[in-house]
């Protein structure tokens, strides 16, 4: 079974950069699609970004458009998430998910809020 594991969270202050890595020791994410899904405190569990097996489609949470970059490297069998110009509303524990295929919501193509596989999560924490 895919496991995944999410890496490179931490404590940053507002308007920092964390970059979130998603691996998954001895499997291929080629061929899967990957969600970035964050749970603050408080908070239900959202979308965050999502990424097409060959990358070549992308989709944000609005609330993440403009600071949040997400990319994979199938070479190196790990997904990224880039986020820069952080604020304290985004603290939250970050999960990457993988599922076989993107979906439509809305005018959205986007991963499925049931994705198939979950990592663990990595907490993210935004504060001065």
């Known amino acids: 079974q895919l496991q995944l594991v999410e890496s490179g969270g931490g404590l940053v202050q507002p308007g920092g950069s964390l970059r979130l890595s998603c691996a998954a020791p001895g499997f291929t994410l080629d061929t899967y699609v990957i969600g970035w899904f964050r749970q603050g405190p408080g908070k239900e569990r959202e979308g965050v970004s999502c990424i097409s097996m060959r990358g070549l489609n992308t989709d944000y949470a609005d609330s993440v458009k403009g600071r949040f970059t997400i990319s994979r490297d199938n070479a190196k069998n790990t997904v990224y998430l880039q986020m820069n110009n952080l604020k304290p509303e985004d603290t939250a524990v970050y999960y990457c998910?993988?599922?076989?295929?993107?979906?439509?919501?809305?005018?959205?193509?986007?991963?499925?809020?049931?994705?198939?596989?979950w990592g663990k999560g990595t907490l993210v924490t935004v504060s001065s």
């Open positions: 998910a993988a599922a076989t295929r993107m979906v439509l919501i809305g005018s959205r193509t986007t991963c499925p809020p049931g994705m198939d596989y």
